[in-house]
Nanobody, 115 residues
Framework: QVQLVESGGGLVQPGGSLRLSCAAS????????VGWYRQAPGKQRELVAR???????TYADSVKGRFTISRDNAKKIVYLQMNSLKPEDTAVYFC?????????WGKGTLVTVSS
């Protein structure tokens, strides 16, 4: 069992940066694949970035070159560094952990990109 709590969201101007954090508690976190998803108003939840337990990263085309996912297994934290933010990045961002067919989600943190 894994519990996930996101933080770091807020209001930022276009072109700005934010770093989201996801604190995990529970099981052997280093064995889990982790990721960030987002859901904008009226849209489906979509993958933003994923990081496997052995360090393989994938990104949505819309965030490549701007966002970076990383993890600190000792602290059980997953990060999403977001640079060059655009209004279309506005969404609730959710942290996800996966292992053995089990999916765990946080409750989300709101990111608003607006001038």
């Amino acid at each position: 069992q894994v519990q996930l709590v996101e933080s770091g969201g807020g209001l930022v101007q276009p072109g700005g940066s934010l770093r989201l954090s996801c604190a995990a508690s529970g099981s052997i976190f280093s064995l889990y694949g982790v990721g960030w998803y987002r859901q904008a108003p009226g849209k489906q939840r979509e993958l933003v970035a994923r990081l496997t337990s052995d360090g393989y990263r994938t990104y949505a085309d819309s965030v490549k070159g701007r966002f970076t996912i990383s993890r600190d297994n000792a602290k059980k934290i997953v990060y999403l560094q977001m640079n060059s933010l655009k209004p279309e990045d506005t969404a609730v961002y959710f942290c996800n952990a996966q292992r053995g067919g089990m999916d765990y989600w946080g409750k989300g943190t709101l990111v608003t990109v607006s001038s």
